[in-house]
């Protein structure tokens, strides 16, 4: 009897970043292929697949997407795995209806594990005008309309997330989940 075949998200963080962590993408849907994973799509050159698997365990998929990477490519990236309903509840708990009108002012943080100890006062206080966060289990929704790349937020959120992330804007995780 075949098994059936789950559709998993896999973000991978820091992969073909300031020259660091080079990570071909059609490359990289060969490799994945090659070690038993079907259907494997990518979106972009910063390492967002879509696949499926047999293999029903999200840990497991991460520990060998991770694996095949380092054998492969010598390094070994943070590698978060999502289903496709956690996907769409991330989606969905979105609470910033700008994303359609301005989707690279919104990011969707996933986290390695919920975070209860996150300094939110602390982000708070970071935040310049305009900016706004929530924190809603494993992700982080922030909007920054004066720019991704200039918030002193997201410049020093790993000192008040505790959690591993990986950011997303709302156009790639629209993209995203349209390979689905």
Do not use: C
Request: aromatic share 8%; glycine share 8%; net charge negative.
């Amino acid at each position: 009897m075949l098994a059936a075949m789950a559709t998993w998200i896999v973000l991978l963080r820091g992969v073909n970043v300031g020259g660091r962590h080079k990570l071909p993408m059609a490359a990289l849907r060969e490799l994945l292929a090659e070690v038993g994973f079907e259907n494997v799509r990518t979106y972009i050159q910063s390492g967002n697949i879509v696949l499926d698997s047999a293999d029903g365990d999200r840990d497991s998929v991460a520990r060998s997407v991770q694996r095949a990477i380092e054998e492969r490519f010598g390094f070994a990236p943070h590698t978060f795995v999502l289903d496709v309903d956690a996907f769409d509840a991330a989606i969905a708990a979105n609470p910033f209806s700008q994303g359609d009108e301005d989707p690279k002012a919104i990011h969707f943080f996933f986290l390695a594990e919920p975070d209860p100890t996150a300094d939110l006062d602390g982000l708070r206080d970071l935040a310049t005008q305009g900016e706004e966060f929530v924190l809603t289990g494993e992700v982080l929704y922030l909007h920054t309309p004066n720019g991704f790349g200039r918030s002193k937020l997201v410049e020093r959120l790993h000192r008040f997330i505790g959690a591993e992330t990986t950011a997303r804007n709302h156009r790639s995780v629209m993209a995203i989940r349209a390979l689905v």
